[in-house]
Antibody, heavy 119, light 107 residues
Framework: QLQLQESGPGLVKPSETLSLTCTVSGGSISSSNCYWGWIRQPPGKGLEWIGSIHSSGPTYYNPSLKSRVTIFVDTSKNQFSLRLSSVTAADTTVYYC???????????WGQGTLVTVSS | ENVLTQSPATLSLSPGERATLSCRASQSVSSYLAWYQQKPGQAPRLLIYDASNRATGIPARFSGSGSGTDFTLTISSLEPEDFAVYYCQQCTNWPITFGQGTRLEIK
C-alpha cells in the first residue's frame, strides 16, 4: 500500500521560501508513468493544484504560482519536494502531496500539513 | 484553464434521500473527470474516476455519469457518513483544476 507523508516547517516568515518534502513508502517514486503532485487548501476553502512532477522528470505548474514554485525529486530518498518563494499570508494553507498517473486523478494522498506564514 | 463549476454550493438533505451533485466544465474533458469526498481534517478521498468508475472500496450507492462538459455524482440513499464536501477534478489538461465544491449537509 502506497503511503505519502508531508514534512517541513509549520511556520514561515513573510518573503521567505516555504520548503516541504513528501516521503513515499510502499512503492518507488521512480515508477513509470507516475506523477507526484502538490495541492493546497486554505482553511475552509477549496482545493488548488500547485504542480506535479513526472517520474521521468518533466514538471508542470499552476500558471498562477509558476513564477514562485519549484518541484523536484530525490530518488535516492524516495522523496519529492516543494519550494514556494516570496510567501505571503495568502500562502497560509494546508499543503497535501499526492500521486496521480496520466489522465487519472490523485489516488494516494498524504495527510496534509498546515503551513502558516507569519512574522 | 478549464474552469469547473459545481452546483449547488450547498445541498441540504436527510439520511435516506437521494443526492444529485453537478459539475460543469468550461471545455470538454471527454470522460476524464473525477469526484472526491472530503471530511473535516482529512485529505480528499477518491470516489469516482473516468466519470463513472468507482474507486476501490467505494460503496455502490455512489455513482457518476456524464461526458464532455456535464457530469453528475449521485448518492442513491444517503448514509450519515456521506455528509461532507464533494469536489470534482478534471484530468485532461494542464493545469489540473478542481471545482469549488458542494457541501452536503444534514437537513
Amino acid at each position: 500500500q502506497l503511503q505519502l507523508q508531508e514534512s517541513g516547517p509549520g511556520l514561515v516568515k513573510p518573503s521567505e521560501t516555504l520548503s516541504l518534502t513528501c516521503t513515499v513508502s510502499g512503492g518507488s517514486i521512480s515508477s513509470s508513468n507516475c506523477y507526484w503532485g502538490w495541492i493546497r487548501q486554505p482553511p475552509g476553502k477549496g482545493l488548488e493544484w500547485i504542480g506535479s512532477i513526472h517520474s521521468s522528470g518533466p514538471t508542470y505548474y499552476n500558471p498562477s504560482l509558476k513564477s514562485r514554485v519549484t518541484i523536484f525529486v530525490d530518488t535516492s530518498k524516495n522523496q519529492f519536494s516543494l519550494r514556494l518563494s516570496s510567501v505571503t499570508a495568502a500562502d497560509t494553507t494546508v499543503y497535501y502531496c499526492a500521486r496521480h498517473t496520466s489522465y487519472r486523478p490523485f489516488d494516494y494522498w498524504g495527510q496534509g500539513t498546515l503551513v502558516t506564514v507569519s512574522s | 484553464e478549464n474552469v469547473l463549476t459545481q452546483s449547488p454550493a450547498t445541498l441540504s438533505l436527510s439520511p435516506g434521500e437521494r443526492a444529485t451533485l453537478s459539475c460543469r466544465a468550461s471545455q470538454s474533458v471527454s470522460s476524464y473527470l473525477a469526484w472526491y469526498q472530503q471530511k473535516p481534517g482529512q485529505a480528499p478521498r477518491l470516489l469516482i474516476y473516468d466519470a463513472s468508475n468507482r474507486a476501490t472500496g467505494i460503496p455502490a450507492r455512489f455513482s457518476g455519469s456524464g461526458s464532455g462538459t456535464d457530469f453528475t455524482l449521485t448518492i442513491s440513499s444517503l448514509e450519515p457518513e456521506d455528509f461532507a464536501v464533494y469536489y470534482c477534478q478534471q484530468c485532461t489538461n494542464w493545469p489540473i483544476t478542481f471545482g469549488q465544491g458542494t457541501r452536503l449537509e444534514i437537513k
